[in-house]
């Protein structure tokens, strides 16, 4: 292929993305679907104006590590501290009770495997995609109803932080199975150790970067040495940890989340995310997804999907807020709070297909999910609160 052919994808595939965003955002529907519906559009499944090549493959990789620095960024530990076991509990059962629905949903519809085979493995992931929350929809819906700063909105947004932490760590341990060479104690070895010194070096690059932060503020030389750390941790993670490249991405936006300037570092990552590697990511997901062999069967494990997505999440966190004395009301505000689906979704689902644990067209129930929790999210707890007075 041409070099120069690159960027008439790279042009097609922007313009798309942020015409199918705007629109997404004006039918109160999160950009990234519009993004996903873009891929979906200049695909081979409907006008087929770009292939997918080598080429937006690795763009888009460097898309997600991006997205998951950024996320990591996001991260309040201090938050996360106060909090404490509660939400951490309520993360775990949030984690835990969604990937078990999904798995014996993916099990009834194509057939139960032994432990450690590959049906097994991909009945297990399809469980893996159900654990991610995305909280940033449910942070602008608590925003608007005057109810973010109560103990039910602090509960929901610490336990979604550490929902996507345990939620990347099962990510890692399954992907992990997959690999033939490996097995499972070295797997948890492996995932513990990369923590393990993730956090000791963690602790010493962050004394470095705020020495240097302190002495160059709003420099933008913070922001680039912030970006190589980011890329050396996610080259770590693979080579040397067989572990996702994204866990390492995560864990160096987590040493540096505490930063003075973290705001800033953030902020110069999200121009290249926003303007070039997020759009190829999401829109590579359309490019991938194999509508063609969407199936009467299929929709019916899509529907279930969404209601497994939804209801778990519901009852996981809902019953463990119950544990902790939180009243009837707040425990289905907190279940409602959590079911939201974003990009966590996605950058699972993408590194289950190059693993080789999902098919593309399994891409479709999975937008689905995100557009239907997107939606029903701020609706149903507006509903619940209509007649909570305002919290201060």
């Known amino acids: 292929m041409e070099s120069y052919l690159i960027f008439k994808d790279l042009a097609i595939i922007i313009i798309f993305a942020k015409v199918c965003g705007l629109i997404a955002r004006k039918l109160h529907a999160p950009q990234v679907v519009g993004e996903i519906i873009a891929g979906l559009l200049v695909g081979p499944s409907l006008f087929g104006l770009v292939e997918q090549t080598d080429f937006l493959m690795q763009m888009a990789e460097i ?16 938050e996360l501290l106060k909090t404490g076991p509660i939400a951490l509990a309520i993360a775990c059962a949030g984690v835990f009770v969604p990937m078990i629905g999904g798995y014996f949903l993916f099990s009834c519809f194509y057939g139960f495997g032994a ?7 991909r009945a297990l992931f399809s469980g893996v995609i159900l654990t991610a929350t995305s909280v940033s929809i449910t942070v602008q819906a608590l925003r608007e109803l005057g109810h973010l700063k109560g103990r039910v909105g602090t509960t929901i947004l610490s336990a979604a932080i550490i929902d996507d932490v345990i939620g990347i760590i099962v990510l890692t341990f399954v992907i992990g199975m997959k690999n033939p060479e490996s097995n499972s104690v070295e797997v948890v070895i492996n995932t513990v150790l990369f923590f393990l010194i993730g956090g000791v070096l963690g602790c010493i690059l962050y004394r470095i970067f705020r020495k240097l932060d302190q002495r160059y503020p709003h420099r933008r030389r913070i922001p680039i040495l912030s970006l190589s750390l980011c890329m050396a941790l996610a080259y770590c993670a693979e080579r040397y940890f067989g572990i996702a490249d994204i866990t390492g991405a995560y864990v160096a936006g987590v040493i540096l989340c505490s930063l003075e300037d973290s705001d800033y570092v953030a902020e110069k990552m999200d121009i290249s995310s926003y303007m070039l590697f997020g759009p190829v990511f999401f829109a590579s997901i359309g490019l991938k997804t194999d509508i063609s062999g969407f199936t009467l069967s299929m929709l019916g494990f899509s529907i279930g999907f969404v209601l497994v997505g939804l209801i778990m999440k519901i009852v996981g966190c809902g019953l463990m807020a119950k544990v902790f004395r939180f009243s009837n009301a707040d425990a289905l505000k907190i279940g409602v709070g959590m079911m939201t689906r974003g990009e966590v979704a996605l950058i699972v689902s993408q590194k289950g297909l190059s693993a080789g644990l999902m098919e593309p067209i399994f891409f479709t129930p999975v937008i689905f999910l995100i557009v239907v929790s997107s939606i029903m999210t701020p609706i149903v707890l507006k509903i619940l609160y209509s007649r909570d007075p305002k919290e201060t």
Do not use: C, H, Q, Y
Request: charged share 10%; glycine share 18%; hydrophobic share 55%.
């Open 115 to 121: 432990v450690g085979s590959e049906a097994f493995l």
């Open 63 to 78: 898309g997600v590590v991006l997205l998951m620095f950024s996320a990591g960024l996001g991260t309040n530990l201090k």
